[in-house]
């Protein structure tokens, strides 16, 4: 191992960190890799002083922007009191304290909080307890859960298989049985004879749950996850009524509605979860990231008090869990970090500045590569297309020049962190953090114009 001081952390990194979803032969056959070392507001900085307005708030994290020396001080605070205790039968006063924090906020009787480390252990948990939960109440064949095209959910085998991006499952095949894929709701490409009406729209996808759950047999059929605003893809939000038809069909079935917010909650919409902004109450919500502002890890699985109803008799347990689920570090961030929330208000910051962050991406349409602008609150994404009037997409040999060869490479260049993504249609995914304001929408704005246009001109 070689350490001289001389090396960077760049060069470093090459010998022994294995990256997540990281193409490692770019960077070893010479590519630089970016090291950053600090963070301050809606920025980071590398190891060589360059300068990054981070546009995805570091993978949809640092809601309350980097630097907050409060979250690093709540952390060593609660590190130097007790550090670590498990919350297997034993319990400590900072996830008492935020289990009752996040219930307050908590849409409908979404009461029970049963905290993980990370999003995906907060999906798999909610599978998890939607086929004991039936078990438990006399529907033991329920276990199934439906899911939507493109939809990521994380990477335990559990979430994989209800993540709906072929390329990511195909490698770790077989997965866990019983994940069934419906459509989204990507109205850009809605079909030909609903391209102009967005509420028939959403009728239609909600409606081919009800179709699947009838496929599959109600009596298999345990919950519906879905994002109110979905990810991958690109920024799909929900036509008005759909959220509304999908809970009426998930009563009518009696399958449990689970809202992923692992991205949408702590703001991202501008609300504490998404499912607010829309109305309608899911039976679980699971969240991460915004969590803490992603300053400690921690996650969530947020359960109905229906669903914890059987588990308050006898020797009835949810046989499940994590050694970090709730740890007291995070949950003092996160605590924290609610603080900063409330006394900044930022979700009514994220609601009274949407509109000028939208007016900003939409003056980007002008460009011939600019498809579609679609998202909510400060969640956007930016669609690219070969030809406008038509919609044409590029193949994935176009896809993989423009995205991986130039797009993501000359807004990281131009100072700007943002997500080039073709897990769907090509999209570039914008989410700054929630203190972001005019000063940043510009910034932002005036970088993505020049690449996109200088993106057409080599594809
Ligand atoms: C909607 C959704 N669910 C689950 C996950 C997985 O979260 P984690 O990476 O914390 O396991 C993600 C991660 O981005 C996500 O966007």
Same mark, same amino acid.
Not at 64 to 77: P, S
Not at 329 to 357: C, P, T, W, Y
Not at 429 to 435: D, E, H, M, Y
């Given at each position: 191992?070689?350490?001289?001081?001389?090396?960077?952390?760049?060069?470093?990194?090459?010998?022994?960190?294995?990256?997540?979803?990281?193409?490692?032969?770019?960077?070893?056959?010479?590519?630089?890799?970016?090291?950053?070392?600090?963070?301050?507001?809606?920025?980071?900085?590398?190891?060589?002083?360059?300068?990054?307005?981070?546009?995805?708030?570091?993978? @949809?994290?640092?809601?309350? %922007?980097?630097?907050?020396? $409060?979250? /690093?001080?709540?952390? *060593? #605070? !609660?590190?130097?009191? =007790?550090?670590?205790?498990?919350?297997?039968?034993?319990?400590?006063?900072?996830?008492?304290?935020?289990?009752?924090?996040?219930?307050?906020?908590?849409?409908?009787?979404?009461?029970?909080? @049963?905290?993980?480390?990370? %999003?995906?252990?907060?999906? $798999?948990? /909610?599978?998890?307890? *939607? #086929? !004991?939960?039936?078990? =438990?109440?006399?529907?033991?064949?329920?276990?199934?859960?439906?899911?939507?095209?493109?939809?990521?959910?994380?990477?335990?085998?559990?979430?994989?298989?209800?993540?709906?991006?072929?390329?990511?499952?195909?490698?770790?095949?077989?997965?866990?049985?019983?994940?069934?894929?419906?459509?989204?709701?990507?109205?850009?490409?809605?079909?030909?004879?609903?391209?102009?009406?967005?509420?028939?729209?959403?009728?239609?996808?909600?409606?081919?749950?009800?179709?699947?759950?009838?496929?599959?047999?109600?009596?298999?059929?345990?919950?519906?996850?879905?994002?109110?605003?979905?990810?991958?893809?690109?920024?799909?939000?929900?036509?008005?009524?759909?959220?509304?038809?999908?809970?009426?069909?998930?009563?009518?079935?009696?399958?449990?509605?689970?809202?992923?917010?692992?991205?949408?909650?702590?703001?991202?919409?501008?609300?504490?979860?998404?499912?607010?902004?829309?109305?309608?109450?899911?039976?679980?919500?699971?969240?991460?990231?915004?969590?803490?502002?992603?300053?400690?890890?921690?996650?969530?699985?947020?359960?109905?008090?229906?669903?914890?109803?059987?588990?308050?008799?006898?020797?009835?347990?949810?046989?499940?869990?994590?050694?970090?689920?709730?740890?007291?570090?995070?949950?003092?961030?996160?605590?924290?970090?609610?603080?900063?929330?409330?006394?900044?208000?930022?979700?009514?910051?994220?609601?009274?500045?949407?509109?000028?962050?939208?007016?900003?991406?939409?003056?980007?349409?002008?460009?011939?590569?600019?498809?579609?602008?679609?998202?909510?609150?400060?969640?956007?994404?930016?669609?690219?297309?070969?030809?406008?009037?038509?919609?044409?997409?590029?193949?994935?040999?176009?896809?993989?020049?423009?995205?991986?060869?130039?797009?993501?490479?000359?807004?990281?260049?131009?100072?700007?962190?943002?997500?080039?993504?073709?897990?769907?249609?090509?999209?570039?995914?914008?989410?700054?953090?929630?203190?972001?304001?005019?000063?940043?929408?510009?910034?932002?704005?005036?970088?993505?114009?020049?690449?996109?246009?200088?993106?057409?001109?080599?594809?």
């Amino acid at each position: 191992m070689n350490t001289t001081p001389e090396r960077s952390y760049g060069d470093r990194a090459k010998d022994h960190l294995w990256m997540h979803f990281t193409r490692h032969s770019s960077y070893l056959e010479g590519e630089a890799l970016p090291v950053i070392v600090k963070g301050d507001g809606c920025y980071f900085w590398d190891e060589h002083g360059k300068r990054y307005l981070d546009g995805i708030s570091s993978l @949809f994290n640092v809601q309350v %922007g980097h630097g907050r020396t $409060e979250l /690093a001080e709540a952390a *060593a #605070k !609660q590190a130097s009191e =007790l550090a670590f205790f498990p919350i297997w039968g034993l319990a400590h006063p900072r996830a008492i304290e935020l289990a009752e924090r996040v219930a307050a906020i908590a849409p409908g009787d979404l009461n029970r909080i @049963f905290f993980t480390a990370s %999003g995906g252990e907060a999906v $798999e948990s /909610a599978w998890k307890l *939607a #086929k !004991q939960f039936y078990k =438990l109440t006399g529907k033991p064949t329920k276990h199934k859960v439906i899911s939507r095209d493109v939809a990521y959910h994380g990477t335990p085998q559990g979430a994989l298989s209800l993540t709906g991006i072929s390329a990511a499952k195909i490698p770790f095949e077989p997965l866990v049985p019983g994940s069934i894929r419906v459509p989204n709701t990507n109205f850009y490409r809605a079909p030909e004879h609903l391209r102009d009406d967005l509420y028939a729209f959403g009728q239609y996808a909600a409606n081919r749950i009800a179709e699947a759950i009838e496929f599959e047999g109600p009596d298999s059929v345990a919950a519906v996850i879905l994002e109110p605003v979905q990810n991958s893809g690109g920024c799909f939000t929900p036509p008005p009524g759909y959220l509304e038809r999908v809970r009426e069909i998930c009563d009518e079935y009696d399958v449990l509605l689970i809202a992923d917010e692992t991205i949408t909650s702590f703001g991202r919409v501008g609300e504490y979860f998404a499912m607010e902004r829309y109305g309608v109450v899911p039976d679980i919500i699971t969240c991460a990231k915004g969590l803490t502002s992603g300053y400690s890890p921690l996650g969530a699985m947020i359960a109905s008090e229906r669903l914890f109803e059987p588990f308050k008799h006898g020797t009835n347990t949810f046989l499940h869990g994590f050694t970090w689920g709730g740890h007291p570090v995070s949950s003092a961030v996160a605590l924290a970090n609610l603080d900063i929330f409330e006394r900044e208000g930022l979700n009514k910051q994220v609601q009274d500045n949407q509109d000028l962050f939208l007016k900003h991406l939409n003056q980007l349409r002008d460009l011939p590569i600019v498809g579609d602008v679609r998202g909510a609150g400060y969640f956007y994404g930016i669609e690219l297309v070969k030809d406008k009037a038509t919609r044409e997409t590029f193949n994935a040999e176009e896809s993989e020049r423009l995205l991986r060869g130039f797009v993501s490479k000359a807004m990281f260049a131009n100072g700007l962190y943002c997500r080039s993504d073709d897990r769907g249609d090509p999209v570039v995914q914008v989410a700054p953090p929630l203190i972001a304001s005019a000063a940043q929408f510009e910034e932002m704005t005036q970088i993505l114009r020049s690449v996109l246009t200088e993106a057409w001109s080599i594809i």
